[in-house]
């Protein structure tokens, strides 16, 4: 018989890889002993694994090139902007890159990347913003507004163009996290408008090349049947569309974040892209950003307060939501993992994580069952390796981190 009072054991086996596991106690990542790195270089850190990275990537591409998907990514840099990083995925060859402001544009362009291997998908955007992608012929936009179609055709008659819809449908790790559905969101064109853009788009000579639209952040399996809804609710724009070469699906492909949801089917996913495009003879874009970062990093934090406070015990570390914002604002949540265990089968505590910032909201965890946590211990905040340091604020001023990458 089940007894909720049966002591519970810290069970990292849903999670490790051959690249993350426990090492005689010691949690290593890319080759790295995480303990040791975390005692010499101070905590808050930020850890990534290129080869993870291009692993992500390497998936997604063998996917859809064995459904015969004629496709090209282009990563979503707003999830990571660490230069060695992203100096890496350049030697590569094997992506472009997806801005949504003229600094990111800049910055891609700085790293080497070609204007033609870039595209810009941005909300609200300013007239400054559009003078920039005038400069810039050979920058792929997808506008995502009437006024931005308008506005544009002004600085750029002529100029070839993506239309970002919205397909009303949507999905991702919760409700939160959809970034279309049967309220209405900020980001896209709807149908009841669609031919006003294009009535625009003539009026100045743009070709409508490729429809765009992003579905959500983080789905997975389950939602499936909500992408391929999407992808068919897309189709409703493209074959209104007589210059269409181009779907950009987008990005919001999740990471495994709980035990209970298994990683998205890739082969499913491709399966249903190359259904909805291969009639069509259409070429197939995507802006992956979390989908290739989240698991190829960590935020490697000190244990500095433990303490129980009307029944619950709490963990505080030297890091907040200015670093790691993922859980206090979308409720998605990350692993925490002692760095260093002490005993195999060791005494478990249930434990809430929280931040040094001085907000209600900063948490980083809630009820995680971990060994006995000791002030002065580290842990890491698995799949963190994205919208950590890209997204991080000098809140409180405790903005001080550093980033390593282990390979």
């Excluded at 033609?116 to 941005?122: E, K, L, P, R």
């Excluded at 490729?210 to 399996?221: A, R």
């Excluded at 069509?280 to 992956?288: A, F, S, T, Y």
């Excluded at 001085?358 to 890491?380: K, W």
């Amino acid at each position: 018989m089940d007894d909720d009072r049966a002591p519970r054991n810290f069970d990292p086996a849903w999670w490790q890889r051959d690249d993350l596991q426990y090492r005689a106690g010691r949690l290593h990542f890319a080759g790295r002993d995480l303990r040791a790195l975390a005692a010499r270089t101070g905590t808050p850190a930020f850890v990534y694994s290129a080869a993870r990275v291009r692993a992500n990537l390497g998936r997604l591409q063998v996917a859809l090139a064995a459904e015969g998907v004629p496709h090209r990514v282009f990563y979503a840099i707003k999830a990571n902007r660490f230069r060695p990083l992203l100096q890496a995925m350049h030697e590569w060859g094997l992506c472009g890159i997806d801005v949504c402001s003229p600094a990111e544009l800049q910055y891609a362009m700085e790293l080497g990347f070609d204007a033609a291997d870039i595209s810009f998908t941005g909300h609200a955007v300013s007239n400054s913003d559009l003078d920039t992608l005038a400069r810039h012929p050979e920058v792929h936009v997808n506008c995502d507004a009437l006024s931005t179609i308008r506005r544009l055709g002004e600085r750029c008659p002529g100029r070839s163009i993506g239309i970002r819809v919205n397909p009303r449908v949507g999905a991702g790790y919760n409700d939160r996290l959809h970034y279309a559905g049967v309220r209405p969101s900020k980001f896209g064109i709807y149908r009841d408008r669609f031919d006003e853009a294009l009535e625009l788009a003539a009026r100045f000579r743009m070709k409508v090349t490729q429809i765009h639209f992003h579905f959500g952040y983080g789905y997975l399996t389950r939602d499936l049947p909500q992408f391929e809804e999407a992808l068919a609710n897309a189709a409703w724009f493209v074959d209104r569309c007589p210059d269409i070469d181009t779907l950009d699906v987008g990005g919001g492909m999740g990471a495994p974040i709980t035990p209970e949801h298994p990683p998205l089917d890739l082969g499913r996913w491709a399966a249903l892209i190359a259904r909805a495009t291969r009639s069509r003879n259409l070429k197939v874009h995507l802006e992956p950003g979390d989908y290739l970062m989240k698991d190829a990093g960590a935020l490697l934090c000190e244990v500095n307060t433990v303490e129980n406070k009307g029944g619950v015990n709490f963990a505080g570390v030297d890091a907040g939501l200015n670093l790691q914002n993922l859980w206090a604002y979308y409720q998605t949540p990350f692993i925490i993992a002692p760095l260093a265990l002490r005993a195999v089968g060791e005494a478990c505590e249930t434990y809430t994580v929280t931040g040094n910032i001085n907000e209600a909201i900063d948490v980083l965890a809630e009820d995680v069952l971990l060994p006995q946590l000791q002030e002065e211990d580290f842990v890491a905040l698995l799949n963190a390796g994205g919208y950590g340091s890209a997204a991080a604020s000098n809140h409180c001023m405790r903005g001080g981190f550093t980033e390593h990458l282990l390979d």
